[in-house]
C-alpha cells in the first residue's frame, strides 16, 4: 500500500511542478528537454551501476513510449494555458479508459464486484471533473478540443506501454527501458526544437528540469512496481480519479483555479471510488 500511495504522489507532483513552473514564467519547452535529459542521464546510470542485461523488448516498447512521452508533454502545456491545471489533467487522466481497457481484453484482469464498483465510480468521476468549466470559462474550440483529446490519446497509450512492458515480467531490465524511454523523448523534443518557440536556457530552466526530471524518474518506476503488486484494472482509474481529485483542490487553494459544481461533485465521487477499490 505505501508503494501505491507513493506513487500517487509522485504523479501527482510531476503535473503540479510543470504548472508551478509555467506560472512563474519559466520556460516549459526548456525546462522540459533538461526533465528528459536528466531523467535518461539518471537512468543510463543505474544501468552502468548495477549491469543491466540487455532484452529486446526494452527498445522495441521504450522507443515507442518515449514518442508519445514527449507528446504527452507538449500537448499538456497549451491544454493548461486553455483550461487551467484541473481540466487538463482531466483529460490526461480519462485516458486512463485506454490501458484500462486494454488490461481486461488483452491481459484477462478480473476484479472483484466491491472493485469494480470502485473503478465504475473512479470512471465516473473523471468526466465529471473533465467537463467542469475549470478555471478559464472560455469555450472549447475545434482547435482546444484537438489539443485536448490528443493529450487523451496520447496519455492513454503512455499508460499502455508502462503496462505492456511490466506484463513481459522483466524486472531487473527496467531501468535499460526507461533509459530508452526518456532518451527517445529527449531526442525527439530537441529534434522539435525547429517547431516550437525559441527555448531559453536559463538557471531557473536547469533547476525546474532537473526537479521535474526527478520525479519523472520516480514516477515511472513506482508505477512499475505497483502494476506489480495491484491490477492494472484498479490501478490506473484510482490513481487518475485520487490525482485529478488532489491536483483539482491544490490549483483551486494555491492558484485560484477554482473548479464549478461539477468538478466538486466528482472529488466526492472519486473520494469514494478509492475506499471502495480498495476494500
Wanted: charged content about 10%; glycine content about 8%.
Amino acid at each position: 500500500m505505501l508503494v501505491f500511495l507513493a506513487t500517487i504522489l509522485v504523479n501527482l507532483s510531476f503535473a503540479l511542478l510543470v504548472r508551478a513552473a509555467q506560472r512563474r514564467g519559466v520556460d516549459v519547452v526548456a525546462s522540459g528537454i533538461v526533465n528528459y535529459l536528466f531523467a535518461a542521464a539518471t537512468y543510463w546510470i543505474a544501468v552502468l551501476v548495477f549491469g543491466v542485461r540487455y532484452a529486446p523488448e526494452a527498445p522495441r516498447i521504450g522507443v515507442a513510449a518515449g514518442v508519445f512521452y514527449v507528446s504527452t508533454y507538449l500537448l499538456l502545456l497549451p491544454a493548461m494555458r486553455i483550461r487551467g491545471v484541473a481540466i487538463a489533467m482531466g483529460f490526461v487522466r480519462l485516458s486512463v479508459v485506454i490501458p484500462l481497457i486494454a488490461a481486461v481484453i488483452v491481459w484477462h484482469e478480473a476484479p472483484g464486484p466491491v472493485k469494480q464498483a470502485g473503478i465504475v465510480l473512479a470512471l465516473l468521476a473523471l468526466p465529471m471533473l473533465s467537463l467542469d468549466g475549470g478555471a478559464n470559462s472560455a469555450p472549447l474550440t475545434r482547435r482546444n478540443l484537438v489539443i485536448l483529446l490528443g493529450l487523451f490519446l496520447t496519455n492513454g497509450t503512455c499508460l499502455l506501454m508502462g503496462k505492456w512492458f511490466q506484463s513481459t515480467g522483466l524486472v531487473a531490465e527496467r531501468p535499460l527501458y526507461l533509459a530508452i524511454v526518456y532518451s527517445t523523448a529527449a531526442l525527439v523534443f530537441i529534434a522539435a526544437l525547429p517547431l516550437l518557440p525559441k527555448a531559453r536556457f536559463g538557471a531557473a530552466e536547469l533547476r525546474w528540469g532537473a526537479l521535474i526530471g526527478l520525479c519523472n524518474c520516480a514516477a515511472n518506476i513506482l508505477m512499475l512496481y505497483t502494476l506489480d503488486l495491484f491490477l492494472a484494472s484498479v490501478v490506473f482509474p484510482i490513481i487518475a480519479a485520487v490525482n485529478l481529485s488532489l491536483a483539482t483542490i491544490f490549483a483551486a487553494v494555491t492558484w485560484r483555479e477554482i473548479p464549478g459544481r461539477l468538478g466538486w461533485t466528482g472529488i466526492c465521487v472519486a473520494v469514494l471510488a478509492v475506499i471502495l477499490a480498495n476494500t
